[in-house]
Nanobody, 116 residues
Framework: QAHLVESGGGLVQDGGSLRLSCAASGSVVGIVAMGWHRQAPGNEREMVARITSGASTFYADSVKGRFTISRDNAKNTVYLQMNGLKPEDTAVYYC??????????WGQGTQITVSS
């Protein structure tokens, strides 16, 4: 059973930056990809960024050019560097790990609030 711990959320002004981290501990084998989703009040959860085991990256159109996802395989940790934050980026951000054998694991979520 894997356990994901997120950190780095908080309050930032319009145009500011934050870096999220998500460390996976426990029995985490067969990782296919790691990434981040977000959910704003009244909205459905949406994909933000994803990085595969082969280091291919994918981004939502709304964050391309502003957010960068990376991972440290040795630490089973995924990062999300967020620059040029906008009020519409305000949401709860969830990290996840996709595995071959055990499906997906999700973090508890961390709040990002961007003030205008």
């Amino acid at each position: 059973q894997a356990h994901l711990v997120e950190s780095g959320g908080g309050l930032v002004q319009d145009g500011g930056s934050l870096r999220l981290s998500c460390a996976a501990s426990g029995s985490v084998v067969g990782i296919v990809a790691m990434g981040w989703h977000r959910q704003a009040p009244g909205n459905e959860r949406e994909m933000v960024a994803r990085i595969t085991s082969g280091a291919s990256t994918f981004y939502a159109d709304s964050v391309k050019g502003r957010f960068t996802i990376s991972r440290d395989n040795a630490k089973n940790t995924v990062y999300l560097q967020m620059n040029g934050l906008k009020p519409e980026d305000t949401a709860v951000y969830y990290c996840y790990v996709q595995t071959i054998f055990r499906g997906d694991y999700w973090g508890q979520g961390t709040q990002i609030t961007v003030s205008s």
